[in-house]
C-alpha cells in the first residue's frame, strides 16, 4: 500500500502561485498525477507526470501556468502553479498508477492522498 501526503496548499490573490507537493511512502508506481475537485463539480484532470522518463500531459486549462515536476531522492512530486485563477479554486489530489502510460482518467490511478485545499481569490 502506497501513502501519498500532499501539502502546499492555501489562500492566494489571483494572478499569484503556490507550489504542491506530493510525498510517497514507497515507490511501487510508475506514474502519478494531480487531479482538482470544486465544490458542486466532479474530480478533474490537471496533470500526471511518468517517474522514469519524466513525461509529462497537462490539461488544457492550466497548460503553460502549471508545471508538474519528481524528485527521485525523496519521491516526491510537486507542482507549481503560477497565474492562478479564481476558477483553479479547488481541492488538490495527489494520485498514484501503477502503469507506466500517462492517464487522466481518475478511475485508472491506484493510490491516492487526502488532497489539499487551494483557494484563489479575485
Known amino acids: 500500500q502506497v501513502q501519498l501526503v500532499e501539502s502546499g496548499g492555501g489562500l492566494v490573490q489571483a494572478g499569484g502561485s503556490l507550489s504542491l507537493s506530493c510525498a510517497a511512502s514507497?515507490?511501487?508506481?510508475?506514474?502519478l498525477g494531480w487531479f482538482r475537485q470544486a465544490p458542486g463539480k466532479e474530480r478533474e484532470f490537471v496533470a500526471a507526470i511518468n517517474w522514469s522518463g519524466g513525461s509529462t500531459y497537462y490539461a488544457d486549462s492550466v497548460k503553460a501556468r502549471f508545471t508538474i515536476s519528481r524528485d527521485n531522492a525523496k519521491n516526491t512530486i510537486n507542482l507549481q502553479m503560477n497565474s492562478l485563477k479564481p476558477e483553479d479554486t479547488a481541492v488538490y489530489y495527489c494520485?498514484?498508477?501503477?502503469?507506466?502510460?500517462?492517464?487522466?482518467?481518475?478511475?485508472?490511478?491506484?493510490?491516492w492522498g487526502q488532497g489539499t485545499q487551494v483557494t484563489v481569490s479575485s
Open positions: 494520485a498514484a498508477r501503477k502503469i507506466l502510460a500517462l492517464s487522466r482518467e481518475s478511475y485508472e490511478y491506484d493510490y
Open positions: 514507497k515507490r511501487t508506481f510508475s506514474s
